[in-house]
């Protein structure tokens, strides 16, 4: 934050706040200053700066004149006291009136650089969750479980009892299946609500650079790390962090994480002294645990610290029932951010929807209602507006054979291939068609002898 804070300094002693100002800069903030407290309050009311230092004694207009009309206009700013005539009275005064910190002349340079830039940092706290709580309410406005599913809404009952209680709290089930969406709805149930709901997908990261974003890093810890950088960890503070995909995260990086959970604390990356926070942890994968942790991939102890409670999340093949739910909540989602007035979806079209086997799940059916909607010529979704792929699904699959109608297995097994087919084998393809990853379509492929 160091380039980007803006600093105001005061005092009518003009070698001492040249001496001042002359340190700041060097440290890279943004300095005004000024000899006359008058002109302090002039400058205030023009422009705002993220710390002020004053001189308390001045004529006309003294330090604590310049304190309080601060804290009127910026609340947030941090105003540290200057004076070669310290008294308890006179800091407790000044501290009541909410200054930051006080210090006395002469004063020692190496302590004006640490007293700045903790006060530049409480300020920069202040507006990142500023910005945070911005974010939690747009979320709190989108976050929606749209389902009539009577499993789901069993889960949902669950998620509720378990947001109270503060554990931690583990959430599988298929890529799609809206784990990110349930982690949401447990932190908005739960005591943290007003705190923050942050995100980070542990499988985008190198261990490095997953380390960074997790704990931060302070300033100097390492070549082009021109200032501090705090973690989502600390970021999270007093609310929820969701770690999806968290079985890709290395065995060291586990290990780091495994002491977070115990100790409630953790070291910067170039810190020594440790940061202490209070964070709920939820986390998410798509893969068999039991099978990671046989492997040696998982550690077990993590395992058990994060599976305090265990949230199962069903494919949505395993509740239909949602099918004409979602596909209208999408439309009219997506109608909306369209600038499209949509009737519903055709009969037709719903048909061949119900019966298909969703193996991207939710987000899948999300994608195929966005495709939907801006395809349409007419004032519903129809069959000719759904994907190639899905429509000739609906040719190759839905006919009888034999006398019966084929299972669900057997259609997403033979949907599969034809896919693969078409990409000619290329699995990366195969799996961003289908609107899965990597990892679903190889379990898939490995469920129905389709890995060779």
Known sequence: MDNLTRILAIDDEKIALKNL??????????????TNGQRALSIL?????????????????????????????YPDTEVIMITGYATIETAIEATKSGAYHYLTKPFKLD?????????????????ENRELRKSLEKVRA???????????????????DTAASDCNILITGESGTGKELIARYIHECSRRSGGPFLALNCGAFPEELLANELFGHEKGAYTGAMNAKLGLVEMANRGTLFLDEITEMS??????????????????LGG?????????????????????????????????????????????????????LLSRYFMDKYSEMQGKSLDGLSKEALEILKLYSYPGNVRELENIMERGV???????????????????????????????????????????????????????????????????????????????
């Open 142 to 160: 989108a976050t929606k479980v749209v389902t009539q599913s009577p499993r789901m809404l069993r889960l949902l009952d669950m998620a509720r």
């Open 21 to 34: 100002e002359h340190v700041l800069r060097k440290e890279g903030y943004q300095v005004r200053t000024t």
């Open 272 to 324: 020594t002294s440790p940061v202490k926070v209070d964070v709920r942890f939820l986390a998410a994968s798509n893969r068999d645990l039991s099978r990671t942790i046989s492997e040696g991939t998982f550690r077990q102890d993590l395992y058990y610290r994060l599976n305090v409670v265990q949230i199962h999340l069903p494919t949505l093949a395993e509740r239909k029932e949602d099918i004409p």
């Open 45 to 73: 009311r023009e422009e705002a700066f993220h710390v002020v230092l004053t001189d308390l004694r001045m004529e006309r207009v003294d330090g604590m004149q310049i304190l309080k009309r601060c804290k009127e206009l």
């Open 374 to 452: 801006a395809l349409t010529k007419g004032n519903v979704v129809d069959v000719n507006d759904l994907p190639d792929d899905l429509k000739l699904l609906a040719v190759k699959t839905f006919r009888k054979s034999e006398g019966k109608i084929d299972s669900l297995e057997d259609q997403e097994k033979r949907y599969i291939s034809w896919v693969l087919a078409e990409c000619d084998g290329n699995k990366t393809k195969a799996a961003q068609r289908l609107g899965i990853d990597r990892v679903s379509l190889w379990r898939k492929l490995k469920k129905y002898g389709l890995d060779n």
């Open 111 to 127: 302590e004006v650089r640490k007293v700045v830039k903790e006060a530049a940092e409480k300020v920069r706290l202040k507006e």
């Open 251 to 268: 065995t060291t990086m586990q290990v780091k994480l495994l002491r977070v959970l115990q100790e409630k604390e953790y070291l910067r």
